[in-house]
């Protein structure tokens, strides 16, 4: 075989999946298969390889057509509602995960090449292999230079989709993440806001946001310099994620010197206490900042504000309410924490 091996870029071969009743027809395919250097695992029915397709995670499927127990055409129908069990489990989780939108939804696209083997070589055969979802097929007797090329080229095309699917994670992150800070950007905050919102609506549970400001921070950009400016935005951005409540909140940088922290499932009284958390944690730094009215050291207003989501009142709502407490703590002289 020449070219590219269809395992060039993995640390392992690929791991082939056989299932078919036959056992002698199972022993050649092994055989032929790891002169290929490929892994093999041989079960027996549909049963048999819907139990090992979960547990192994194999690279591509070798169904046999004709099974007692469950058949292949059936076993294929199977394994494609497990690949959409999966995907619904993804999306289930999309919101507390780090996990991006696009790349979840790709996932839909995401399942095992499985290749059907058939004494069956009729016209009906062929379209209902195609219908329950097979994604190739190959006719008995085997003919096993179709059958290697065959491989390859599935194996080649699922490598090839795991490149693209990396690709796309990669361009969803720098889309959803702050540049400098590594933070949430505003379009993450937005959407996860908005998503929070609809959910706790349905449950009735508290939701809790914290915006803040970095004290007279254009006096420190014109006193120490952009350069010291951006440090000093990620040394914040470390300290608020650091004292965020890591499984469900979200940490973003809202625009300039303000950050966001959206807390689901979050009663007022202890989103104050993150705050109080988070503002002690940047005065710890202790970074100077002469050009500050309020301390030597760079400090944060904040505002909190709490609401129970429902479908009379929006996520603006609550940015609002936040927003009027961080513009309270602002013109009460800053460096405080307003709750509303």
Same mark, same amino acid.
């Given at each position: 075989?020449?070219?590219?091996?269809?395992?060039?870029?993995?640390?392992?071969?690929?791991?082939?999946?056989?299932?078919?009743?036959?056992?002698?027809?199972?022993?050649?395919?092994?055989?032929?298969?790891?002169?290929?250097?490929?892994?093999?695992?041989?079960?027996?029915?549909?049963?048999?390889?819907?139990?090992?397709?979960?547990?192994?995670?194999?690279?591509?499927?070798?169904?046999?057509?004709?099974?007692?127990?469950?058949?292949?055409?059936?076993?294929?129908?199977?394994?494609?509602?497990?690949?959409?069990?999966?995907?619904?489990?993804?999306?289930?989780?999309?919101?507390?995960?780090?996990?991006?939108?696009?790349?979840?939804?790709?996932?839909?696209?995401?399942?095992?090449?499985?290749?059907?083997?058939?004494?069956?070589?009729?016209?009906?055969?062929?379209?209902?292999?195609?219908?329950?979802?097979?994604?190739?097929?190959?006719?008995?007797?085997?003919?096993?230079?179709?059958?290697?090329?065959?491989?390859?080229?599935?194996?080649?095309?699922?490598?090839?989709?795991?490149? =693209?699917? +990396? @690709?796309?994670? #990669?361009?969803?992150?720098? %889309?959803? *993440?702050?540049? &400098?800070?590594?933070?949430?950007?505003?379009?993450?905050?937005?959407?996860?806001?908005?998503?929070?919102?609809?959910?706790?609506?349905?449950?009735?549970?508290?939701?809790?946001?914290?915006?803040?400001?970095?004290?007279?921070?254009?006096?420190?950009?014109?006193?120490?310099?952009?350069?010291?400016?951006?440090?000093?935005?990620?040394?914040?951005?470390?300290?608020?994620?650091?004292?965020?409540?890591?499984?469900?909140?979200?940490?973003?940088?809202?625009?300039?010197?303000?950050?966001?922290?959206?807390?689901?499932?979050?009663?007022? =009284?202890? +989103? @104050?206490?993150? #705050?109080?958390?988070?503002? %002690?944690? *940047?005065?710890? &730094?202790?970074?100077?900042?002469?050009?500050?009215?309020?301390?030597?050291?760079?400090?944060?207003?904040?505002?909190?504000?709490?609401?129970?989501?429902?479908?009379?009142?929006?996520?603006?709502?609550?940015?609002?309410?936040?927003?009027?407490?961080?513009?309270?703590?602002?013109?009460?002289?800053?460096?405080?924490?307003?709750?509303?």
């Amino acid at each position: 075989m020449s070219g590219i091996s269809p395992f060039s870029l993995s640390k392992q071969p690929p791991l082939i999946l056989v299932a078919d009743d036959d056992k002698t027809i199972r022993v050649l395919l092994r055989k032929a298969m790891e002169q290929e250097g490929y892994r093999v695992v041989e079960v027996n029915d549909g049963k048999q390889c819907l139990d090992a397709y979960q547990t192994i995670k194999p690279d591509i499927v070798l169904l046999d057509a004709v099974m007692p127990v469950m058949d292949g055409f059936t076993c294929c129908q199977q394994l494609l509602k497990i690949a959409r069990n999966n995907l619904i489990s993804a999306l289930a989780t999309f919101d507390t995960d780090s996990a991006l939108g696009n790349t979840v939804i790709s996932k839909l696209w995401e399942r095992t090449p499985i290749l059907i083997i058939t004494c069956l070589d009729d016209e009906d055969s062929v379209n209902r292999a195609f219908e329950v979802g097979a994604t190739d097929y190959i006719t008995k007797p085997i003919h096993w230079a179709v059958l290697r090329q065959r491989l390859r080229r599935l194996l080649q095309q699922a490598q090839v989709y795991k490149q =693209l699917e +990396a @690709a796309n994670q #990669a361009l969803q992150h720098l %889309a959803n *993440v702050d540049g &400098l800070t590594g933070l949430a950007n505003r379009r993450r905050f937005d959407d996860y806001l908005n998503t929070q919102w609809i959910n706790l609506a349905q449950e009735e549970l508290p939701l809790s946001l914290i915006l803040c400001d970095i004290d007279f921070f254009k006096f420190y950009n014109d006193n120490y310099g952009h350069p010291a400016g951006d440090l000093c935005l990620q040394k914040v951005g470390t300290v608020l994620s650091g004292k965020a409540q890591k499984n469900h909140d979200l940490v973003a940088r809202y625009g300039g010197e303000e950050f966001a922290v959206i807390m689901p499932n979050t009663h007022a =009284l202890g +989103a @104050a206490h993150v #705050a109080g958390a988070m503002q %002690a944690g *940047v005065r710890d &730094l202790q970074i100077v900042h002469d050009g500050s009215a309020v301390s030597q050291y760079v400090t944060l207003s904040m505002g909190v504000a709490t609401m129970v989501p429902s479908w009379e009142s929006s996520p603006l709502d609550l940015i609002v309410a936040a927003d009027k407490a961080l513009y309270q703590a602002k013109a009460e002289g800053r460096n405080r924490i307003i709750l509303r």
